[in-house]
């Protein structure tokens, strides 16, 4: 029931580029995004909707295949700030479940 | 500022007592999360609140109790049943609502130490 994630770690230099994948064994309505850096609480990033409608309010983007379960966030040209551990999290009934999580390093 | 308060932010326990974390929170929000997160892993689960004076179970509550008396406050309190309760804990709220699409918003996190 738990969201897998892919990879579970990358490791960037600055200004380059990432792909995180979250994949659900159930049909996903609708699929967060959240970044927790080391010893701080998680961050909020975006909400993707079925149907297509995006969330959110940084620079970071992100896609929703219904059909195949999945959500892929996209990190492009990579700061420094992105560093930190990426949690997808898909709706249950009426909570969020969590995934198993990319800890993403960006060194300069 | 609207926000989620946790204290304390460190807490040190000797085995076999109980101990209660505390979560506040000004959002107006209906829904409130306990989560437990051990190093190098997700986010579990404890236990959720939908309204005050109800809540549920979640994947991980054996071992700890929770309250909902006041809308903004989720105290969850961690019993000696809980044999390995060494762990940072995350208390998190949002607007609520069955198929809520809403963002969650999470307190800083207290991290418990089992001496």
């Known amino acids: 029931q738990q969201p897998v994630q892919s990879p579970q770690a990358v490791i960037l230099r600055e200004g380059e580029d990432a792909v995180i994948n979250c994949s659900s064994s159930k049909a996903l309505y609708s699929v967060h995004w959240y970044r927790q850096k080391h010893g701080e609480a998680p961050v909020f990033l975006m909400i993707?909707?079925?149907?297509?409608e995006q969330k959110g309010h940084e620079k970071i983007s992100a896609s929703f295949n219904e059909k195949k379960q999945q959500s892929s966030l996209y990190l492009t040209a990579s700061q420094l700030s992105y560093s930190g551990t990426y949690f997808c999290?898909?709706?249950?009934?009426?909570?969020?479940?969590f995934g198993t999580g990319t800890r993403l390093q960006v060194f300069p | 500022d609207g926000g989620i308060t946790q204290s304390p932010k460190y807490l040190f326990r000797k085995e076999g007592q109980n101990v209660t974390l505390s979560c506040e929170q000004n959002l107006n929000h209906d829904a409130m999360y306990w989560y437990r997160q051990d190093p190098g892993q997700g986010l579990r689960l404890i236990y959720y609140?939908?309204?005050?004076?109800?809540?549920q179970k979640g994947d991980i509550a054996e071992g700890y109790s929770v309250s909902r008396e006041k809308k903004e406050s989720f105290p969850l309190t961690v019993t000696s049943a809980q044999k390995n309760p060494t762990a940072f804990y995350l208390c998190?709220?949002?607007?609520?609502?069955?198929?809520?699409?809403?963002?969650?918003?999470f307190g800083p996190g207290t991290r418990l130490t089992v001496l």
């Open positions: 999290g898909t709706l249950g009934t009426d909570k969020l479940i």
């Open positions: 998190a709220s949002n607007l609520g609502g069955y198929g809520s699409y809403n963002e969650q918003f």
């Open positions: 609140s939908q309204i005050v004076n109800d809540f």
């Open positions: 993707l909707l079925k149907g297509g």
